[in-house]
């Protein structure tokens, strides 16, 4: 190979190099923006989570109270508007009598 076929091959593959890096970067920057949006998901769901949670607690709570003031689930029901059937209702007592709140 001459100086010259060796000199072009040299350039060429600087160039391919150069090209490879700035892919692997694009990549790399690709990879960590997908990296961020999944943290920001998982950490959205898991404040949702958090907030069921609590909101539950809360209606566990009320129904706990109506129970101890004598409501039947059936009445709870209805003071509620018919948004929570017996079964909810009953959920939700079994929920405040296993976190005792």
């Known amino acids: 190979m001459s100086g010259t076929q060796q000199s072009l091959r040299r350039e060429a593959r600087r160039r391919v190099g150069e090209a490879l890096l700035i892919k692997q970067r694009e990549r790399e920057a690709r990879e960590k923006r997908l990296t961020g949006h999944a943290v920001s998901i998982l950490t959205a769901l898991a404040e949702r989570d958090a907030a069921v949670g609590e909101a539950e607690l809360a209606a566990a709570t009320a129904i706990h109270e109506m129970l101890a003031e004598g409501a039947t689930p059936t009445e709870i029901a209805g003071w509620c ?21």
């Open 81 to 101: 508007g018919g948004a929570l059937d017996g079964k909810e209702i009953s959920r939700l007592a079994k929920l405040h009598d296993q976190t005792g709140e």
